[in-house]
């Protein structure tokens, strides 16, 4: 309490000179800042010494919080500082691996290159030494050129004219194979038919006569190919279709050759057909 009152004391006896100093002399601008500063503390001494006489607890200056503060602005500055060495220091190892990895590229790429060269010179060096031996090599016979079918043709009937069945039937079903459109496949067909007809396959018989006679071609072995294609259905076990085929033979080849006009008649009274 006697400091409390010391202190406005003091305050009241400055307030009186501060005031008669502005009445007698005047005051610049900053000497009127701190005379307004000065009465400020003045009112709240007087309303702190008030306030203790009223409640009667001690009066008790609190120090200015500018030092705490200040103290803990350092803090935060010393980890920022602190941070901003971490970061650093992990910029320095990021920018050294950066550097080590670029030495390696370098260093692979130049063994890259290395073995590209190497590669390329051996490749030159192959086709330097194959070169002569391509060029010493002797050019071998033309493949032979395929037969026309004319000469395919004919080379199948002298198989057949010669007693070589089999030999005539895979040249026969060869040639019908690679000519299917040519003027002599229907013939082809017709002769094809004759050589199963020797081996008893009458199925495949029946089959390459049908072929051969499809529009009841006039020809010297029309006939004779719808002759041979009753007696592959008579072996078939197929009277009726025999006998409808000898039907059209009649009709379609009245002029046909007495022997084969013969063997028709055969036929006919093999497969009972009707008179």
Known sequence: MRLAATLLALALIALPAAAQT??????????????DRMEKVVRELRDIVFKAQRTGAPVVVQPADTDARL?????????????????NGSLETTSH?????KRQNTALAAQVKGLAD?????????????????????????PPAAPSSAEAFGRARQLMLSGDYDGAEAAFGAFITAYPDAPKTPEARYWWGKTLAV????????????????????????????VELSRALIALKKP????????????????????????????RVQAKCAA
Request: aromatic letters at 4%; one cysteine or more.
């Open 22 to 35: 502005s009445m007698d002399d005047p005051l610049d601008a900053r000497d009127a800042k701190r005379v």
């Open 71 to 87: 103290a803990d602005l350092a803090a935060k500055v010393g980890d920022l500082e602190q941070t901003l060495t971490k970061l």
């Open 97 to 101: 691996e950066l550097d080590l990895a």
């Open 118 to 142: 190497r590669l390329s010179a051996a490749e030159a060096k192959a086709a330097e030494a194959a070169a002569p031996a391509e060029a010493a090599a002797p050019e071998g016979p033309p």
């Open 199 to 226: 081996r008893g396959d009458n199925a495949k018989a029946a089959s390459a006569f049908i072929g051969a006679i499809r529009g009841w071609p006039q020809t010297a072995w029309a006939p004779d190919a719808v």
């Open 240 to 267: 009726t279709d025999a006998c409808q085929t000898l039907a059209e033979f009649a009709r379609r080849y009245p002029k046909a050759a007495p022997a084969v006009a013969a063997r028709a008649a055969a036929a």
